[in-house]
């Protein structure tokens, strides 16, 4: 079974939990992936929701949400595109250039609540290789207007995170087909506890509550997972891997570390093991120097 502790996509899975729970508690206007749509729209000229989208890093259905949401608070606006007719572009406000840096102040707190954990230098070392990770040269968002108004997208971890993980779950998708990466990490947290909770879930495999009892489900319909006998409290619903996933799991561990191994594929050997002792930090799964020596 690989290890969590050395997979990037639990990692970064991990990461992005914090980046959203510090947004949570300091940012009220909007989400993260709003703001990372204003900041599309404000550092994109004359862009599309199709794009806006792409450079946020969202799923075509998440985008036209946001997009709707951003239009009625009066953030943005659709236009007609004057090459185009049939064609809508979008534009920031008036409204919204004027709120829009307070929002990137907040946002900025956000980032570096992110990083806290990291030096200085190691902060900028980590955002260098997290770009690398996240394959920022086949991304049009180095293309960005830059304005003091919003953060620069290609510097911005909690977007960069976001970005990287996508990639993690198309490259999952190409290497492993019997499970997804959250049901894996279900699979894994349970494994390595031989029976969880679902609370005690949530927190191995950095899954919100929704997301484990959905996942819970599925697998014990499809009989991975079992009820624990013997329970003390059965209120608290632990779980145990059944004998058929177990035996899964073990011949999933090849395909599954041929992901991990894709996606820092960027990196060299001194810069990949650098950067899963900063993402570890950044993660929280470790205090304290990371458990990875760093050449």
């Known amino acids: 079974m690989v290890d969590h502790l050395t997979a990037p996509g639990h990692l970064l899975r991990r990461a992005q939990q914090v980046h959203t729970e510090a947004w949570s508690r300091i940012v009220s206007d909007v989400t993260g992936p709003q703001y990372a749509v204003l900041v599309a729209v404000d550092g994109w000229p004359g862009l599309d929701q199709k794009l806006a989208g792409e450079l946020a890093s969202l799923d075509k259905s998440t985008t036209a949400g946001i997009v709707s949401r951003l239009v009625a608070g009066g953030w943005i606006r659709r236009v007609e595109d004057p090459n185009d007719r049939r064609r809508r572009l979008l534009?920031?406000?008036g409204d919204g250039a004027i709120k829009l840096p307070v929002l990137t102040a907040a946002a900025r707190q956000v980032q570096a609540a992110l990083l806290s954990p990291l030096s200085e230098p190691e902060?900028?070392?980590?955002?260098?290789?997290l770009g690398q990770v996240a394959r920022l040269d086949d991304s049009p968002i180095v293309g960005q207007h830059v304005h003091d108004r919003s953060l620069v997208m290609a510097r911005t971890p909690g977007y960069l995170i976001r970005r990287a993980q996508q990639l993690h779950t198309a490259l999952w998708s190409d290497h492993v087909t019997d499970v997804t990466g959250p049901q894996y990490a279900v699979l894994a947290a349970v494994l390595r506890a031989g029976t969880a909770t679902h609370a005690e879930i949530g927190t191995r495999a950095s899954l919100d509550s929704s997301s484990v009892r959905d996942i819970v489900g599925r697998l014990t319909a499809r009989g991975w997972l079992e009820a624990a006998p013997n329970a003390g409290d059965r209120r608290s619903r632990p779980v145990r891997?059944?004998?058929?996933?177990?035996?899964a799991v073990r011949l999933l561990a090849g395909p599954v570390q041929g992901v991990q191994d894709e996606l820092l594929l960027p990196l060299g050997g001194d810069d990949r093991t650098r950067f899963l002792g900063l993402a570890q930090r950044v993660s929280r799964v470790?205090?304290?120097p990371s458990r990875i020596a760093v050449a």
Not at 241 to 247: D, L, R
């Open 91 to 93: 534009e920031t406000t």
């Open 286 to 288: 470790v205090d304290g």
């Open 123 to 129: 902060r900028e070392t980590f955002v260098d290789l």
């Open 241 to 247: 891997v059944t004998a058929p996933a177990e035996t």
